[in-house]
């Protein structure tokens, strides 16, 4: 376990180091997590937001005041204490995701930490119980030695139609099977885990409201990433081998991961302290849980894939200059058309903060509607944003060379002479900005802009519960001119 705090990049990855997870990718079993071709630009991802800490231009918006200890902590770790904290979590977002073009990972640990800080405060209002508490201690050793934390709420579900006690296998879901003095034990796997590779500690919470019957599944905890019982399987993604070859320009983005390297998390029998148990069997509250974190996860996408966009629209009009192009009105038009969906995904997630509101807890949270239609937007808008981007870079952009060919000291030579755009600008720099394009718009990335913070169908029905239509509905009839029956 880190034994100090974290300081700096540097810190961050030999902290890393003192963690032993029982991680498979491929059919091997990784044991080196910080210099692993496959996992290290994941680390370099997170590893930036330490960076940002550290550099005075950002320290307001990398930044917060711990309201639990008054020190500054980074703001990954903080719990929003007004609207002026959720809109500086949105403007950083953004920014890290221009400074990267990925995921940067540490966005889902923030949300379920502040999530389950107001959760948890309900919960003890209700049932006298002691959770809360619990995970001021835990968020306070977590500012306090600036570890990172990742969030686990997706359960594998099995059968859709059927909640968590009716399915033919129990561990479908996530669910405590054992109760002892000292904890609790739990079985079950969570899926799509972002960033767990680079984590110090994972909070895990249910994935969807529950009833009576489903009391045992309904729980929340926290515990170190390395935990025995803990089997983490690395998804694949989209070019993932580009990043164990030699060579930098196949890879597009050759420093930082364009997705947040997910897994498929497999509890056996996990023993969980009380000290680190949140929520076991309030299943009244596993709504609100899912509620929480989703409006707090879905604020980010106009953020995160603002700042993604920006560069993919930096990459067009640079690629356009190489192709001679840039000044085509039908260029033109179409980089205006990227800007104006980019701004309108940015100003979604700046409106939900705006208009977020206090907890009972005094932790403040994003409006909910708002926060959903900027997710929604995200699921459409992304994908345009890609067209227009290979509408602009072509078809080379499908078929070209690998970097390798180009090396080749009999091939480079053609490559070189007849994949050049205009005559000042060399083929390798053209090559670049094609890998670059063909990274941000490609498979896994634009798939986790659809069904990242939920699918689109999820949004729609929080949208729907949070539309207040009998109020529509007042105003429709008092304009007509229709009294109540």
Request: net charge neutral; proline share 3%; charged share 25%.
């Amino acid at each position: 376990m880190v034994d100090k705090k974290i300081n700096n990049s540097s810190d961050y990855r030999n902290s890393l180091r003192q963690f032993h997870l029982n991680l498979y990718a491929f059919g091997e079993k990784i044991e080196n997590v910080v210099d692993h071709p496959l996992l290290k630009p994941h680390i370099n991802a997170v590893a930036a937001t330490y960076d940002l800490s550290n550099d005075p231009e950002f320290e307001d918006l990398a930044n917060a005041k711990s309201h639990l200890t008054g020190r500054s902590i980074s703001r990954f770790n903080h719990i929003h204490q007004n609207r002026d904290d959720l809109i500086k979590k949105v403007k950083m977002l953004r920014m890290l995701n221009q400074r990267t073009a990925c995921c940067i990972q540490r966005c889902a640990g923030m949300d379920s930490a502040n999530a389950a800080y107001s959760v948890t405060y309900e919960i003890d209002k209700k049932y006298g119980t002691k959770y809360h508490e619990r995970f001021k201690d835990f968020l306070q050793e977590v500012q306090e030695k600036n570890l990172v934390v990742i969030g686990a709420m997706t359960d594998p579900k099995g059968d859709r139609s059927k909640p968590p006690h009716q399915q033919a296998d129990p561990d479908l879901y996530l669910h405590v099977v054992e109760e002892r003095k000292d904890g609790i034990v739990v079985r079950g796997a969570k899926a799509h885990l972002t960033g767990v590779t680079s984590a110090h500690y994972v909070l895990v919470f249910p994935t969807s409201s529950m009833r009576a019957e489903d009391k045992d599944y309904a729980v929340c905890f926290a515990m170190p990433v390395d935990t025995p019982g803990m089997t983490y399987i690395f998804g694949r993604q989209t070019n993932d081998l580009r990043k164990m070859e030699e060579g930098e320009i196949d890879k597009g983005n050759a420093q930082y991961a364009m997705v947040g390297g997910e897994c498929l998390a497999v509890f056996e029998d996990v023993f969980v302290p009380w000290e680190r148990v949140f929520m076991h069997k309030e299943y009244d509250f596993a709504g609100m849980f899912v509620e929480r974190f989703a409006a707090a996860h879905r604020q980010n996408y106009g953020a995160c894939k603002g700042g993604i966009s920006d560069v993919l629209i930096g990459a067009c009009a640079l690629l356009a200059e190489y192709n001679g192009v840039a000044n085509a009105s039908h260029i033109r038009d179409k980089l205006v058309e990227m800007v104006h969906l980019t701004e309108t995904l940015y100003s979604g997630s700046i409106a939900c903060s705006h208009e977020g509101h206090c907890t009972a807890s005094g932790a403040w949270e994003t409006d909910i509607l708002l926060a959903n239609c900027t997710k929604q937007n995200t699921t459409r808008m992304v994908y345009e944003i890609g067209r227009l981007a290979h509408d602009i870079a072509g078809g080379l952009l499908a078929t070209l060379p690998s970097e390798k060919d180009y090396r080749h000291p009999q091939l480079g030579k053609y490559i070189d002479k007849y994949l050049k755009g205009v005559d000042n600008i060399p083929t390798e720099s053209r090559m670049r900005i094609f890998r670059l394009i063909e990274a941000i718009t490609g498979g896994t990335a634009v798939v986790e802009a659809m069904h990242g913070a939920g699918p689109p169908q999820t949004q729609r029905v929080f949208m729907l519960r949070q539309a207040n239509l009998s109020h529509k509905i007042k105003l429709a009839k008092k304009i007509a001119g229709i009294k109540d029956q």
